[in-house]
């Protein structure tokens, strides 16, 4: 940097922010701002005259007492200032008034020696270089002083300010007395003290101070955030009222004139509005700006000690710095002002009925509709029970989320069954700012919810709740002998048994709260078509099990629930399906070793086991058709065909997520694909057919059945439909769907 311009900016720094000029006698104020003595003095005594015991910092506006005798004459000189001012001096032709360190004449010093750290005058500088001993120190004369020079002028040691001590060097500082001295004070007035030196004492100071800088550069930035926040919800707010501002226009114009005066006082009312929080803005901002100033004040006095790394400097300021800056951090919370949230919102009566009286209002208020919430319970259940009552909460908040209750607010909920019409639902207002919202479906189906704050829409409030029949058919089974069909139902935890046309007959087992059925068939082993369930037990967490199992077993019931047997306990690790063939013989998908197993008639011997690959996902349903197994793989999406010794021959047809397989009385392979939301009939080679036309209907397909009468019967777990499918010259049609009613 070019020395005129170094000289420049030093000048700038030394400058008082009073009078604008060079600072003389400069003091520093707790603050750490420093002015002349004398601008301070007068500044003092202005306030004197108005009866005030307080001035203002000029700078950071930090409250001060005046000092007794209405002078700063004792407040501290800063060591840099000080320093500041005398290499000024030599750069605006003051050498004059700077005094030879050398000798005791008032000769105007022309030199500095950088070895000695001494200003010169010409007779002394002459004897410097005649002198063996100082003849090779670097010397250089003000007048030819570089860029370089000055900055070594400004980092010399400090010099002792004690009388006839002025030439030495502060090189200890004090511990008992927390001062820094050369060494004539500390044999003369120091003599016994713990004494250090002064570069090791000033770095613990600078860690200090730099660890409260740091303190305090981490509140501006959250002071700047939350003022940022701050207009941002004003800027939001605004935008609010501008829009309500609009909808009271584009009303007003659909009205006649008696109207007018209505869109004039709305308007009126926003302005005062908009001019009453623009002002608790604007005062808000002020008070951030105060605090941010005051803030960045400490660490621009902080960082400018630690920066220049002058050990006097460091020690002098380290009470002042961190004492003022404990302080600043110290000072109350500003809160943040939150403006009202503003909707127009006209009355129904204006736009659809009367047209000519009557009036929109204005609903001005801290609800925030995009940070009000829905939730607990049911709320968001995508499916329930026909005859489930549906609960949950809504809680109405401000911009900042907090939860907030303005009587004024409007909570509205919609929820329309599958016919279209509206269902009434009970809103219980808690006067707190929540609202407990109870309804219960009237209609199995598809029932939609939206929920309104203010005519608003509350963010994530409209959904759909499937509301489905008390029971669910899980998988479905029919015996070939009698006719009658079993029902696996999941939900309920019972096994029921129906005739050929769907009407109930009986519940063969009810397991309780500990067991679930996942598939049922019929055998022909024992007495006439006895039922065999795969049942999953869900015991809760015991000393002897301490987790939940959810380990599945296969029982046989007879068709009036009188029980007979478990089998397999000792080869089947998790079964999850099962078929009979003609034969009599079992077929087992066991998910507990991804195996698909053939039992005995009996269940009590392993005749056979055979999968895919090691690496393959769990069988899902197995059944025996042309001396082949068709084993569907829900999970990898795929069904597969093995001979009749278990070898693995190919794939047939492409699906997302077969379940349930049967055969119709073509031959044919009907597949339920429950991801796909569809039933497909191809051959057994794998040649695509047809989809049964369900439509709307199916939304997990996961279990099918052919009758006797050779009609197909579909499971749905979503819906908890069964479905029904004639097969005509045309294909298969769709008859009709049941739900499976007690």
């Known amino acids: 940097m070019d020395v005129q311009q170094l000289f420049q900016n030093l000048k700038k720094e030394a400058e008082c922010p009073l009078c604008l000029e060079t600072v003389k006698e400069p003091k520093t104020l707790p603050c750490l701002h420093s002015f002349c003595l004398n601008c301070l003095d007068k500044h003092a005594g202005y306030a004197r005259r108005r009866r005030e ?249 902080g960082e400018g000690v630690v920066q220049r790394n002058v050990p006097a400097d460091i020690l002098q300021a380290e009470q002042t710095i961190i004492g003022h800056s404990e302080e600043v951090l110290n000072e109350a919370e500003i809160k943040i002002f939150k403006p009202n949230h503003f909707h127009y919102v006209p009355n129904a009566e204006i736009l659809n009925v009367i047209k000519l009286h009557g009036s929109g209002r204005m609903v001005a208020g801290p609800t925030d509709t995009l940070s009000s919430t829905v939730a607990d319970g049911e709320s968001m259940a995508e499916s329930v029970k026909s005859g489930d009552e549906i609960l949950f909460h809504i809680t109405t908040r401000d911009s900042l989320g907090d939860q907030i209750y303005n009587q004024n607010d409007q909570v509205t909920v919609e929820v329309y069954n599958p016919s279209g019409y509206r269902d009434t639902a009970k809103i219980i207002d808690h006067k707190d700012g929540r609202y407990e919202v109870r309804y219960t479906p009237k209609q199995v189906g598809r029932n939609n919810v939206a929920i309104y704050v203010n005519e608003m829409l509350l963010a994530g409030s409209s959904w759909t709740v499937l509301v489905t029949p008390s029971q669910i058919a899980y998988c479905i089974a029919q015996c070939r002998e009698t006719g009658n069909i079993a029902v696996a ?72 629930g009188h029980p007979f047997m478990g089998i397999g306990g000792e080869f089947l690790r998790n079964p999850c399906s099962v078929s009979v063939k003609n034969d009599g013989r079992l077929i087992v998908c066991d998910s507990g070793d991804r195996s698909i197993k053939l039992l005995s008639p009996d269940g009590t011997k392993l005749l056979k086991s055979f999968r895919a690959s090691d690496d393959e996902a769990s069988p899902w349903f197995a059944l025996h058709a042309q001396e082949k197994y068709f084993v569907s793989y829900r999970t990898g999406q795929s069904v597969k065909v093995f001979n009749e010794d278990g070898v693995y021959l190919h794939d047939i047809g492409e699906f997302d997520g077969p379940a349930g397989l049967a055969v119709d009385k073509f031959n044919n392979l009907i597949a339920c694909d429950s991801d796909a939301k569809s039933v497909e009939v191809i051959t057994l080679k794998g040649i695509f057919i047809t989809s049964l036309p369900a439509g709307k209907y199916l939304e997990c397909p996961c279990s099918v059945v052919v009758t006797n009468d050779g009609d197909v019967l579909i499971a749905d777990v979503t819906s908890g439909l069964i479905l029904k499918f004639h097969h005509h010259d045309s294909g298969y049609q769709f008859h009709e769907k049941r739900y499976l009613i007690l």
């Open 53 to 301: 015991t307080k001035i203002k910092c000029p700078v950071c506006l930090t409250d001060l007492n005046i000092p007794k005798g209405d002078t700063f004459c004792d407040f501290p000189t800063s060591f840099h200032l000080n320093r500041l001012v005398d290499v000024l001096a030599l750069n605006d032709g003051d050498a004059e008034t700077q005094t030879c360190n050398s000798c005791d004449d008032t000769s105007a010093v022309t030199s500095y020696c950088f070895v000695c750290q001494s200003l010169l005058c010409s007779a002394c500088f002459e004897a410097h270089q005649r002198l063996k001993a100082t003849r090779g120190h670097r010397n250089v004369f003000i007048e030819k002083l570089q860029a370089k020079d000055v900055e070594e002028l400004m980092h010399r040691p400090a010099m002792c300010t004690q009388k006839y001590h002025q030439n030495e060097a502060l090189e200890y500082y004090c511990q008992d007395c927390k001062v820094s001295v050369c060494v004539k004070c500390g044999f003369v007035s120091h003599n016994g003290h713990a004494m250090v030196d002064i570069e090791e004492a000033a770095i613990d100071c600078k860690n200090k101070i730099s660890e409260v800088v740091k303190k305090v550069k981490l509140q501006v930035a959250v002071l700047e955030t939350q003022m940022k926040r701050q207009t941002e919800l004003m800027n939001k707010s605004m935008a609010e009222i501008y829009d309500a501002q609009a909808k009271v226009t584009k009303t007003v114009d659909e009205l006649v004139k008696i109207l007018r005066e209505h869109e004039k006082a709305v308007e009126t009312k926003l302005k005062q509005v908009i001019e009453t929080q623009q002002r608790n803005h604007e005062g808000r901002l002020e008070v951030y700006q105060l605090a941010i100033s005051r803030l960045k004040s400490c660490v621009e006095r």
């Open 489 to 560: 139902d999941y939900d309920n935890k019972k096994v029921l048994l129906y005739d050929c046309r769907l009407n109930y007959l009986r519940t063969i087992v009810d397991f309780g709260p500990d067991r679930r059925p996942r598939c049922v068939a019929f055998t022909k082993f024992f007495l006439a078509s006895n039922v065999i369930v795969i049942h999953e037990d869900t015991s809760p967490p015991s000393k002897k099990f301490p987790v939940f199992s959810h380990v599945s077993k296969i029982s046989v019931f007879s068709q009036h």
